[in-house]
Structure formats: structure tokens, C-alpha cells
């Protein structure tokens, strides 16, 4: 089974538009961490927002925020007022409290932000 | 400013030859790693390494060797390239359990 799941392989959203991508994930630790990354059409591997099992609050970084909701296991990425530049392929990962040195990641979603 | 610097780039082997990815980082944190991305597959983990002293090997180790020469440096070889190797390779560094891992630029390997 998938320890990370996006089910969207590519969003399209409207600049200045606020759009959500899905990350679900799968553990039996109580201890673990989400992640999400951004990669630009360049490549480079972009950290954005970080979600501990045990915060009680939803992590928020500039327009990024992280909606977290434990009892379903899912962990959403939040963009608000999209840009052009918010383009790119996004990674959900996760850090299993039983292997604290590694990321599982999801396979992806591909976000388009139109004009 | 560097953070995480992989060279080479880019390269081209041929099957059968070999080859070595290197890594290092500037920001001494303990744990590197080294991934693979291929289309559609997300990242995998091929290697990493806890701490100075460490490796263990990840979701994808066949075919991959590695070391960690030191705290900074931390490089994956390939004894015998194949087709299936190809792909876009990346480093990453981390400090402790709840920070995020930095990445390195990759490094896309193609072998014919």
C-alpha cells in the first residue's frame, strides 16, 4: 500500500485564485511529520511547509498554509491568491516516527496556474 | 551560500560503465541522502546516511554503491551502469528529525 497518495496528477487554477492539493497518507506511528515540496520546470526540489503529528495548529507559511486533518489522515496544501509562478510540480512526503531519518514521498501533482 | 552542490550535472554512460555521483553540503548537518526521480514515480530513496559513520540502504539500493567520506561529503557510485539507471539523481541534507532536507540541484544521468 501507498504510504503517500496524490490523487491529482495536475490542477489548474486561475491566477490570484486559491487552489488545494490533496495529500493522504498512511501510517500506524503516532509520531510523524509531513512535508511539502515545490519543483519548478528547473528542477530544483523547493522545501515550503512542514506539519508535526503532534501540532495542534495548521502550519501556515506566507500563502502557503497545510490543512491537517489527523482523523482522516490527510494533509492539503493551501495555496492562496495563485501566481504565475506558483507553476510547478508539487511533493507530499512524510517522516514515519519508526524511521526518523527518511521521506516517503507521493508521486506529485502537476499545478498549472493560468492567467 | 551553496547548500547542497551534486556534480556532475549531466553525464552519459554507456552500459557497463561506471561512475560516481558527489555530494556535498555546506550547512554541517548530520543526515544525507540520495534519491532518484523518474517520470511518474515521484522520489525514491536509494541511500542514506544517518550520521557520519552510517549508511543504510533505502527503497531502491540495487545496483548503487555508497560513502560517506565525511560529515560533508556523501557520494553514490554505480559499479556497472544500466538502461534502467537512468534517471534525474538528488543529494539532500538534513539537521535533525523535524527540519526539512535541503535538496541539491540533481544531476540527470542518461546511459545508452
Known amino acids: 500500500a501507498q504510504k503517500i497518495t496524490q490523487t491529482q496528477p495536475g490542477m489548474f487554477v486561475q491566477e490570484k485564485e486559491a487552489v488545494t492539493l490533496d495529500c493522504t497518507y498512511d501510517t500506524s506511528d503516532q509520531s510523524y511529520g509531513l512535508f511539502w515540496y515545490k519543483q519548478p520546470s528547473s528542477g530544483e526540489m523547493i522545501f515550503l511547509i512542514y506539519q508535526g503529528s503532534y501540532d495542534e495548529q495548521n502550519a501556515t507559511e506566507g500563502r502557503y498554509s497545510l490543512n491537517f486533518q489527523k482523523a482522516r489522515k490527510s494533509a492539503n496544501l493551501v495555496i492562496s491568491a495563485s501566481q504565475l509562478g506558483d507553476s510547478a510540480m508539487y511533493f507530499c512526503a512524510m517522516r514515519e516516527g519508526g524511521s526518523n531519518y527518511k521521506l516517503t514521498f507521493g508521486k506529485g501533482t502537476l499545478l498549472t496556474v493560468n492567467p | 551560500n551553496a547548500g547542497v552542490t551534486q556534480t556532475p550535472k549531466f553525464q552519459v554512460l554507456k552500459t557497463g560503465q561506471s561512475m560516481t555521483l558527489q555530494c556535498a553540503q555546506d550547512?554541517?548537518?548530520?543526515?544525507m541522502y540520495w534519491y532518484r526521480q523518474d517520470p511518474g514515480m515521484g522520489l525514491r530513496l536509494i541511500y542514506y546516511?544517518?550520521?557520519?559513520?552510517?549508511?543504510d540502504k533505502g527503497e531502491v539500493p540495487n545496483g548503487y554503491n555508497v560513502s560517506r567520506l565525511n560529515k560533508r561529503e556523501f557520494s553514490l557510485r554505480l559499479e556497472s551502469a544500466a538502461p534502467s539507471q537512468t534517471s534525474v539523481y538528488f543529494c539532500a541534507s538534513r539537521r535533525q528529525t523535524n527540519q526539512p532536507q535541503h535538496f541539491g540541484d540533481g544531476t540527470r544521468l542518461s546511459i545508452l
Open positions: 550547512m554541517n548537518h548530520n543526515s
Open positions: 546516511s544517518a550520521s557520519e559513520g552510517t549508511t
